[in-house]
């Protein structure tokens, strides 16, 4: 005899929490049917009945629904933010606190942050997180073009062999500007981005 879920089953369309029900699972058992989700954020998920019912799971628990849940900072989500955190830490330091060792080259030089980055804390960081995403274990972030603010349209995540590369290449500032102009991958200027971290 298959056991039956104390449940009833669940429809595409249906909404638990930040959840929305595309379809049933395949080769899931009976008494606890998997549901295909996806997240308000775009995250897809299997959840089970279960779960979905007893309102055990209201998001996909992933990125950023995972910082909103329980905290960026704490426990297990503290290794999944700390390096994404210490280059927004490191660019906002470089802009706007004139002790630091590297504001002549941005904060002096006029350098800003765009202002959804600069929203109290911690939407600011959440938002620079929703632009540019966890930042990957061998990358830094860097401004595609060099002489331009740090905003979302300008701003990626780097390699250090791929930003000393465009070091090396020891263009002018106005070639740098124009291969920026005509798309060509970020390129460095070496007295500019000496202080990067
Ligand atoms: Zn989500």
């Given at each position: 005899m298959p056991r039956h879920s104390k449940y009833p089953s669940i429809g595409p369309g249906s909404r638990f929490g930040k959840l929305t029900v595309i379809r049933k699972m395949r080769h899931t058992k009976n008494y606890n049917q998997r549901y295909?989700?996806?997240?308000?954020?775009?995250?897809?998920?299997?959840v089970s009945n279960s779960r979905l019912n007893s309102g055990q799971r209201k998001?996909?628990?992933?990125?950023?629904?995972?910082?909103?849940?329980?905290?960026?900072?704490?426990?297990?989500n503290r290794p999944l933010y700390q390096r994404t955190y210490s280059s927004y830490s490191a660019m906002k330091s470089r802009c706007l606190n004139k002790t630091h060792t590297g504001y002549e080259y941005?904060?002096?030089?006029?350098?800003?942050?765009?202002?959804?980055?600069?929203?109290?804390?911690?939407?600011?960081?959440?938002n620079f997180l929703a632009d540019m995403g966890l930042r990957p274990r061998d990358k830094t972030l860097d401004r595609k073009n060099p002489f331009g603010n740090y905003e979302p349209d300008n701003c990626q995540w780097a390699t250090a062999k791929w930003q000393a590369n465009n070091k090396r290449a020891?263009?002018?500032?106005?070639?740098i500007v124009t291969n920026f102009e005509q798309g060509v991958p970020s390129l460095q200027n070496p007295e500019l981005e000496t202080a990067a971290f």
């Open positions: 295909l989700c996806r997240c308000d954020c775009g995250n897809e998920v299997s998001r996909c628990a992933i990125g950023m629904c995972r910082a909103n849940r329980s905290g960026l900072f704490t426990g297990r941005y904060g002096g030089r006029s350098v800003t942050i765009s202002a959804r980055w600069l929203e109290p804390a911690p939407q600011g960081f959440l020891n263009y002018t500032p106005e070639e």
